[in-house]
């Protein structure tokens, strides 16, 4: 599910680093009721980067490897 989230996150960035709210990403890939567990572990290894309590922004990382794996 996490890497459904990190897709759906960098799609909705428009592959660009954007702030973005979590529960819209969350809402989209429908785990709504899971994002913020979610949102915690993808942020422990570095894959997100919270602005706030409901903001989050990609790292490098994920554009990369959402990128390298279209």
Known sequence: MSDEFLRKLYKLSDGEYKIIEKYKVGEEVG???????????????????????????MTFEVKKEVEESN
């Open 31 to 57: 785990v709504l009721n899971s994002t913020d567990d979610i949102v915690d572990e993808l942020h422990k290894i570095g894959f997100i980067k919270k602005i706030g309590t409901t903001k989050i922004l």
